[in-house]
């Protein structure tokens, strides 16, 4: 079991125990169901032709909000993965990417394999439309750089996203080591945020440039950053876990995006979300008796949380975002989401959590084989 204890003004706060291989974080389950609610609104509310004046206004809200969702799970990636491995590392005394992987694989790939096969069917019936070769752009992981792709496999933009995040982090923390690894991490920060105007005015790719994992990096990275300077350090842990200090980030965070809206600077926009999204979500983690952090942890949205991958990956299935005014696209969005519901639900209890429990069970298994890739010495 590891404890670790931080210190509010008056009393203190602990996180709860957790298992290295489990590394449960209820409140992350909460912002995942906030993330996804966010993408729900987008796919649902966004009208194809919008007239009246007002939905002309709340397009590029709700637009704005699937984005926002987005970028939030790429922050809850990059703090919960780099704490995971941390983590393991305090309790094994090294990080074994085969154990990793294992569980990632398990994790991630049967319930997107089984979409994406309903879906192949689906379309070789004539149910769908489907291009060419959208199919193992996501069987493979390259659909955020492959432009031929209908609406059934335009979210796969970002699991791709997130399986690269997957393949590149885990390697470099066991390489660099620890200390390394925060020098790493403020890097590939760096180097994100100065390539990304480059990139989106002089490498024109047929796909849209801000789904290019060269170009959001830093959506994961500065939660990495911050997790590794977390990790046994009770001073900044005691001055994230502070409402005052919460409150007023996520303050800021929202007079960020009001002033975005009204002078749209993409650029600045992503860099400045990437590095505040992490100081809203961790301080919720550090504080699990603070109001906020309680709401987070109701059981409905930990439920919805806890499902919200298998919702992401159906409802393109069902919300077509192809609303013509916002009347109809509420009732729409009112009775599609019972269906979403219900497929998500039989996607996570009876293909995804069986995977993620198998995956536990072969990643304890290999690492107690003498031939697993578990690097020890270069972790410190």
């Not at 007239?51 to 709340?58: C, D, T």
């Amino acid at each position: 079991m590891i404890k670790v204890r931080v210190f509010a003004p008056a009393t203190s706060l602990s996180i709860r125990p957790m298992q290295p291989q489990r590394h449960y974080i209820p409140t992350l389950d909460g912002w995942r169901s906030v993330a996804i609610i966010f993408v729900l609104l987008c796919h649902g509310l966004t009208l194809s032709h919008p007239s009246a004046r007002f939905e002309k206004v709340l397009n590029p809200l709700v637009m704005n909000l699937g984005q926002q969702g987005v970028s939030l799970f790429f922050a809850i990636s990059g703090y919960l993965i780099t704490t995971l491995l941390l983590s393991e590392y305090q309790a094994t005394g090294g990080i074994s990417l085969r154990g990793f992987y294992t569980r990632r694989i398990f994790r991630i790939l049967p319930p997107a394999y089984t979409y994406l096969a309903v879906i192949a069917i689906l379309g070789a019936v004539g149910v769908l439309s489907l291009t060419h070769s959208e199919i193992p752009s996501a069987l493979f992981v390259y659909n955020n750089y492959w432009p031929s792709r209908s609406w059934f496999t335009q979210h796969f933009w970002s699991l791709s996203m997130e399986e690269h995040f997957y393949l590149l982090w885990p390697a470099l923390l066991a390489l660099c080591g620890l200390r390394r690894a925060r020098w790493v991490a403020l890097a590939g920060i760096l180097l994100t945020i100065f390539w990304r105007p480059f990139g989106l005015y002089a490498i024109h790719l047929a796909v849209p440039e801000l789904e290019r994992t060269d170009m959001r990096l830093d959506a994961f990275l500065f939660a990495c950053l911050l997790a590794l300077l977390v990790h046994n350090n009770r001073a900044l842990q005691k001055h994230l876990a502070t409402p005052v200090f919460h409150y007023g980030v996520l303050a800021v965070l929202m007079v960020g995006y009001a002033f975005a809206l009204v002078y749209p600077m993409q650029l600045t926009k992503l860099a400045f979300q990437s590095f505040m999204l992490p100081l809203v979500i961790v301080p919720t983690t550090l504080m699990p008796a603070a109001a906020f952090s309680r709401f987070l942890e109701l059981p409905l949205l930990r439920w919805f949380g806890r499902i919200s991958y298998s919702v992401y990956l159906w409802q393109q299935l069902i919300l077509h975002g192809d609303g013509t005014d916002l009347r109809s696209a509420l009732l729409g969005l009112t009775l599609k989401i019972p269906a979403i519901l219900l497929i998500a639900s039989a996607s996570y209890y009876w293909i995804e959590r069986p995977c993620i429990k198998k995956g536990r069970l072969l990643s304890s298994d290999g690492t107690k084989s003498s031939a697993e890739t578990t690097f020890q010495t270069a972790v410190r």
